[in-house]
């Protein structure tokens, strides 16, 4: 869209995401089989016809940049890019020292293509947004900033920046992860109204704001903690409420979705939600679609029609490449050139691809990574304490596997 440029903040390191972190940052995770986390909010400009867009990368790049550069190449067209921008040490001898000096380190970025909005988007969450509609709303209102937000669970309200807001959506009230008797939206007590930590500023805001940020050397230069906080008194800072975003062939169901996949449950959760016989995210929708890279590969293969060993997938999800010969795969997700060997059970598991499952293998509540291979007749997910002695394990019990582990071999 002429006049807006977009910056995602894609440099998270996601600790809580660990083993899946060990060799990517957050936004590079793969998910939902075919696709990694950075590429719903790229669908989301993309589908809104924004492609001025500038990924802002940090803490263990390099599979996020290959996968920008396979999938997100934008080419022959004038002013119109996706490009990564690597930390560079623009302003000194030091890394991004939080979100609003991510941007601040960027801003001979802004100020060479002189737009007249910046949306400043999170790059590590799973949801659908028409951005435009967000736009018009900052525009109708002729608000300074303007920020996206959702109603969330009073217990997880230490997570959020929680706001308030008038009748007409202007933000009178802010607090940045309140550890204590957060601000609780009027009429509904178990539920705060939280920031999701989407933006758009006018460009002059925007620079104004983070220059006095960067010679506050007391700031944490973080839109939650010190941005936000400073600019809302003046009176021109609005919400967006993304419950009231519309999609073309989005179903009643998916109003309001969006889910920051932080943890491994959370993650594992969201995955879940996809295969769901009316799933709140739909990866299907012919109007809003989602675009991705994977490697070249044959349709999914499903082979034997025997007594006792059939392959089948059951309440799933298989992507390209794949072979379930003679096993039953239920309930889950598998990523790319997946071989499920005769006899194997899977369920309830999130395979992100090129995974080899040996026969007789018997899996449940299980994220496997790319590349592991599970010799035969292994069993995970039926002895606890055991897989706790083998594996990495949430807090909600989901086994973890990470990328390159070679399982059952001696």
């Known amino acids: 869209m002429s006049g807006v440029l977009t910056m995602i903040l894609a440099g998270g390191e996601g600790t809580r995401l660990a083993p899946l972190t060990g060799i990517r940052a957050k936004p590079a995770v793969p998910f939902g089989g075919n696709y990694r986390i ?9 589908n809104s016809d924004f492609l001025q867009i500038f990924v802002i990368t940090q803490f263990k790049s390099h599979s996020l940049m290959k996968h920008l550069g396979r999938a997100w190449r934008v080419s022959g067209l004038t002013n119109r890019f996706i490009d990564p921008i690597p930390a560079q040490m623009q302003t000194g001898k030091h890394w ?66 929680v706001i308030e ?32 930590g989407n933006y758009i500023f006018e460009k002059g805001c925007l620079i104004d704001s983070l220059e006095t940020d960067a010679a506050d050397p007391d700031s944490s230069h973080d839109f939650g903690k010190n941005i936000i906080p400073k ?26 979705y969006w889910r920051d996949v932080g943890t491994l449950d959370s993650y594992y959760e969201a995955n879940m939600d996809l295969i769901a016989v009316i799933p709140p995210f739909d990866l299907y929708n012919r109007y809003w679609p989602l675009r991705s890279y994977t490697p070249p590969m044959p349709p999914a293969k499903f082979v034997h029609d025997e007594a006792n060993r059939t392959g089948q997938a059951i309440s799933s999800m298989v992507s390209s490449g794949c072979i379930i010969s ?66 990495h394990v949430s807090e909600g019990g989901v086994i973890v596997i990470p990328k390159g582990a070679r399982v059952g071999f001696d």
Not at 38 to 46: C, Q
Not at 171 to 196: C, H, W
């Open 165 to 196: 807001v008038d009748a007409n959506g202007k933000m009178i009230g802010f607090e940045e992860k309140p550890q204590a008797n957060p601000k609780t939206i009027p009429g509904r007590p178990d539920y705060v109204l939280a920031s999701m």
């Open 231 to 256: 600019l809302y008194p003046g009176g021109d800072v609005y919400v967006y409420d993304f419950s009231s975003n519309m999609i073309r062939g989005e179903q009643e169901i998916s109003r309001g």
């Open 38 to 46: 950075i590429d719903f909010v790229l669908n989301n400009f993309v």
């Open 96 to 161: 991004y020292l939080g979100t609003a000096d991510a941007i601040y380190q960027n801003l001979h970025l802004i100020h060479g293509l002189d737009p007249e909005q910046v949306c400043i988007f999170g790059g590590d969450h799973i949801y659908k947004m028409d951005v435009r509609q967000m736009l018009d709303f900052h525009r109708q209102n002729n608000a300074s900033m303007t920020v996206a937000a959702i109603p969330v669970p009073v217990a997880d309200a230490h997570h959020f920046g």
């Open 326 to 391: 003679g096993s039953i795969v239920y309930h889950s997700i598998l990523g790319y050139n997946v071989h499920v060997h005769s006899h194997a059970y899977i369920e309830k598991c999130v395979l992100m691809g090129n995974n080899d499952i040996g026969r007789g293998c018997r899996i449940r509540r299980a994220i496997i990574d790319k590349d592991v291979k599970i010799a035969p007749n292994t069993v995970i997910g039926e002895d606890m304490s055991l897989d706790r002695q083998r594996f």
